[in-house]
């Protein structure tokens, strides 16, 4: 079955040919490092290395480039307030986002550059800029000279016209046209800088990406990711550098990801309508965050609150419940099932592909994830043991393609009847059916010996009396 991938630049789905054959080039826009990662970070990150997972399970050879921005305006500002060397802001957010990103089992890119370690990369792609006729320098700057790319605008679906009219030459600006881009900024006193042709200075921000993608990638790319709320100005400003100084189409497919909205809002660096990854982490288990995330399509936005992860946690219970009860993770790899339960694996497998393979939709995989962990229950239920273990086998599996099930669970493994009352439970409660709820708490207690626990964010903990 064809992997199809929708293109932001020709708003269509289309099949998926690498550039090379066996191998995918892929970059994904990174942080700039001026705080702590957020949970839209983890989405962007999250969106990209899953598709990487998929390709990866396909048997292709993926290089996976996720860059930082470690030196801008913002990040200077910081330093300036607190007192210290910009490099020390840059560090510890790289360091925060790296670890975050393994607590969520993200994995770890094959290169994750940075703009101020290729500022040689990045001089000769605005020198060959300058040579071609499509960048000026002005004042100690040079500019990008959107006039001279008669397509520009073709991604966001923006006219420079339109652009002219909503941009302005500010103060100290050498442009000849509003709608022009800084690819070299001249150094301003006491700002790191960076000597060039054109006087000291520090790189744009469009131009770091494109000298990064083509020195690990190449100059066209099979897949580029990133939030789509780069599309404009970022990504247009990439592909309009990028193709002009190479001659050649730039990306084969933009696969930005949909924005993260809290309680409706969008996420905003400008209004500090932020969830910091750190204060998520303390209250809701990674996995759950995981899980959430790729429930809904990629391309489409996200509502990110607190209830909604608790919801969130429940449905990651029920998942994972056949797993635990047929402890699926210490299985060792054995023939798939028979009968009845061997068709319903067959159909998971297939279904899941199919829905990965339609723009990896991972909301359609989960759900059939889903189908597959009831139709292992019922086995578990029924008695059927060794059909229903091996069934379970290759739901671990399926759910390991979209990086999900990597903690095998610890402690104490509860028998299936209290693990039915524990959901039982956590129905009644997310229909407020308050009175049923402290009904299966006592029959937990009384028939089992089982106390519970409730944990805002997570799966309730279980312990004995």
């Not at 790319?221 to 400003?237: A, C, R, W, Y």
């Not at 990854?277 to 899980?291: K, L, S």
């Not at 597959?372 to 578990?380: I, P, Q």
Request: aromatic share 10%; with cysteine.
């Amino acid at each position: 079955m064809a992997l199809r991938i929708y293109d932001t630049l020709t708003r269509e789905k289309r099949e998926f040919v690498p550039v090379r054959p066996g191998k995918v080039g892929m970059y994904v826009c990174g942080m700039t490092v001026q705080a702590k990662p957020h949970v839209g970070h983890m989405r962007a990150s999250i969106s990209g290395e899953v598709m990487r997972r998929y390709l990866e399970h396909l048997g292709y050879e993926v290089t996976y480039v996720y860059n930082f921005t470690d030196v801008d305006d913002k990040i200077i500002e910081r330093a300036n307030a607190e007192g210290v060397d910009w490099h020390e802001v840059a560090e510890r957010n790289i360091d925060a986002y790296l670890s975050y990103a393994d607590l969520h089992n993200i994995k770890r890119a094959t290169v994750y550059p940075r703009a101020t370690a290729h500022i040689a990369e990045i001089l000769a792609l605005i020198a060959r800029l300058v040579e071609k006729g499509f960048a000026y320098a002005a004042g100690g700057d040079v500019y990008y000279d959107v006039s001279r790319k008669p397509d520009y605008g073709k991604l966001s679906g923006r006219r420079v016209e339109e652009l002219r009219e909503g941009y302005r030459i500010e103060v100290g600006e050498a442009k000849d046209d509003p709608a022009d881009f800084a690819l070299w900024k001249g150094a301003k006193p006491e700002e790191p800088h960076w000597e060039s042709p054109w006087g000291p200075g520090r790189p744009g921000w469009h131009i770091e990406c494109s000298a990064m993608a083509i020195k690990y990638l190449g100059e066209q790319l099979d897949i580029h990711g990133g939030g789509q709320d780069l599309i404009f100005p970022h990504h247009e400003n990439e592909i309009a550098q990028s193709e002009a100084a190479t001659g050649r189409p730039f990306v084969n497919f933009w696969t930005e990801n949909g924005m993260v909205n809290l309680g409706g809002e969008k996420m905003s660096k400008s209004t500090g309508n932020l969830f910091f990854i750190e204060d998520i982490a303390a209250q809701v288990e990674p996995e759950v965050v995981r899980f959430y995330l790729l429930s809904t399509h990629y391309r489409s936005p996200i509502d990110f609150t607190l209830e909604r992860l608790e919801e969130a946690a429940i449905a990651y219970r029920r998942l994972r419940t056949p797993l635990e009860r047929a402890g699926a993770w210490g299985l060792a790899a054995g023939p798939a099932p028979g009968g009845a339960l061997g068709e319903a694996v067959a159909e998971a497998w297939r279904r899941f592909h199919q829905a990965m393979g339609d723009d990896f939709n991972t909301a359609g995989a989960i759900g059939h994830l889903f189908d597959l962990a009831r139709e292992v229950n019922k086995a578990l239920d029924e008695g059927v043991g060794a059909e229903a273990r091996s069934a379970a086998r290759e739901l671990l599996g399926l759910g390991g393609i979209l990086g999900l099930f990597w903690k095998a669970p610890v402690g104490e493994t509860w028998p299936p009847e209290v693990l039915d009352l524990v959901e039982l439970r956590e129905r009644a409660r997310a229909e407020k059916a308050w009175d049923r709820a402290d009904a299966l708490r006592r029959k937990l207690l009384d028939e089992h010996g089982v106390v519970i626990e409730d944990v805002r964010g997570q799966p309730p903990r279980l312990k004995r009396r």
